[in-house]
């Protein structure tokens, strides 16, 4: 299924792209059917993609956080270590898809 959100290409996050691991976007549907963005981070280690089985992580962030915060660094880091992972944006928040959006607080 083709991808309905426009996910930007250049790196977009609040650290630095490290060199020992491999980066792109992905996206899946969560179980609501909620099409979701995330950052895929593959260790170079692994070889050509697919080519080696890897123990997996998903990792988000605290509410309101999005992928290119804290969660990213950590699978970052953990990819560095071996593990292929991704950072997504939750439902309704970051490149994620959702409606509604920008719901300003009741004062």
């Known amino acids: 299924m083709k991808s309905t959100l426009k996910l930007t290409q250049e790196w977009d996050k609040v650290f630095p792209k490290s060199d020992k691991v491999d980066h792109q976007k992905v996206t899946f549907h969560n179980r609501y059917g909620i099409e979701l963005a995330a950052d895929m981070y593959v260790p ?47 439902s309704f928040t970051g490149e994620s898809g959702g409606q509604p959006r920008r719901v300003p607080e009741e004062s």
């Open 44 to 90: 170079k280690s692994a070889g050509a993609a697919g080519s080696a089985k890897l123990a997996a992580i998903a990792v988000s962030g605290p509410f309101g956080a999005v992928k290119e915060q804290s969660s990213g660094l950590y699978a970052q880091a953990m990819a560095e270590r071996g593990f292929l992972t991704i950072a997504f944006d939750p």
